[in-house]
Nanobody, 117 residues
Framework: QVHLVESGGGLVQAGGSLRLSCAASGSTFNIRTMGWYRQTPRKQRELVAIISSGGSTNYADSVTGRFTISRDNAKNTVYLQMNSLKPEDTAVYYC???????????WGQGTQVTVSS
């Protein structure tokens, strides 16, 4: 069992930056991938960025070059540095992870990011 808690969301002006954090607790010794997703009332939940246990990353086209995902395995924490934010980045951002050898996915409760124009 893994528990995920996001933090760092808030209100920011267009062009500004935010850094989201997601801390994992529980059975963290075998976490495989960690990632960030976002969702609005008008869209399905979509992948923003993922990072493997070895540090390989993948980004949605809409955030490539602006967002950076990273992780600190010693702290069981994944980060999302968001720069050059746009109003269309406004969403609830969710943290997700999985574990080696298991199909279960674990999700955080989400943190609101609002970008004003």
């Amino acid at each position: 069992q893994v528990h995920l808690v996001e933090s760092g969301g808030g209100l920011v002006q267009a062009g500004g930056s935010l850094r989201l954090s997601c801390a994992a607790s529980g059975s963290t010794f075998n976490i495989r991938t960690m990632g960030w997703y976002r969702q609005t009332p008008r869209k399905q939940r979509e992948l923003v960025a993922i990072i493997s246990s070895g540090g390989s990353t993948n980004y949605a086209d809409s955030v490539t070059g602006r967002f950076t995902i990273s992780r600190d395995n010693a702290k069981n924490t994944v980060y999302l540095q968001m720069n050059s934010l746009k109003p269309e980045d406004t969403a609830v951002y969710y943290c997700k992870c999985d574990r080696w050898g298991y199909t279960t996915e674990y999700w955080g409760q989400g943190t609101q990011v609002t970008v004003s124009s």
